[in-house]
């Protein structure tokens, strides 16, 4: 029976995550217990109690005699963000690439064949999970306790970011895609070659790539219209 109990927190856990990961379960959204107890066929201590997991991990936020809420993704938090997502990649892609042992090389191959087979099948949520776990595994490597939280938090809000705009059928977003992967390439090379300095560079590179297909999202693309011109050309541009 203990053994039963174990197994549906550690599979409630695991499904709140990809529902939270792919926005399924929207930021800043109510968590019934009720529905969540039934849904997973819990009783409320030990859904209670899974729930206290992910508040730890960062896909949650508890308060006091209020429901559970999905971590919103507020002004402040985007801005932090963006300001702390290149330092905290470098560092810990600098770490993985003296710390990684064959054993998560391997794993991380695994990975990367995983998210390409995504890529080709259009599977947005699947390159989206499949993406959070190969950088999760590269925070595993740095083998950093100080790190590695920061790091699933941060991946927690990439993966949500990510949910929001990308398409397969977007063929700008889908060409930087394929970027991603090699430079996923990339750093399975320079891990396991121990070049700390490169796989460092590459993850500033790779931010940048992010950082590129976000803003080409939320900016939206001006009208081809000249400096100056007069209203009547506007009208008829």
């Avoid at 549906?8 to 926005?23: F, G, P, S, V, Y």
């Avoid at 999970?129 to 938090?153: C, K, V």
């Amino acid at each position: 029976m203990a053994d039963t109990s174990r197994s549906r927190k550690a599979n409630c856990a695991e499904d709140l995550r990809r529902r939270i990961l792919t926005q399924e379960l929207e930021p800043g959204s109510t968590l019934d217990e009720t529905e969540l107890a039934a849904a997973y066929e819990m009783s409320r201590p030990p859904l209670r109690e899974t729930l206290r997991q992910l508040a730890g991990e960062g896909y949650v936020v508890l308060r006091e005699n209020r429901a559970a809420q999905v971590a919103p993704m507020s002004h402040k938090s985007l801005r932090n963000f963006f300001v702390v997502a290149p330092m905290i990649y470098s560092a810990v892609s600098r770490l993985a690439a003296l710390h990684a042992t064959r054993a998560q090389v391997d794993r991380l191959r695994a990975l990367q064949a995983q998210f390409r087979a995504a890529i080709r099948e259009g599977d947005t949520a699947g390159r989206a999970l499949t993406n959070e776990r190969f950088h999760a595994l590269i925070g595993e490597m740095a083998d950093n306790e100080y790190l590695l939280p920061s790091l699933r938090r941060l991946l927690i809000d990439h993966t949500r970011i990510g949910m929001t705009f990308y398409s397969s059928r977007n063929r700008s977003l889908a060409s930087r895609q394929e970027v991603a992967a090699d430079q996923h390439d990339q750093f399975i090379d320079l891990i396991e070659a121990g070049d700390a300095d490169g796989a460092a560079a590459l993850a500033i590179a790779h931010w940048e790539l992010s950082r590129a297909e976000i803003e080409s999202f939320v900016t939206p693309p001006g009208l081809d219209i000249p400096l100056g011109a007069s209203p009547s050309a506007r009208e008829t541009a």
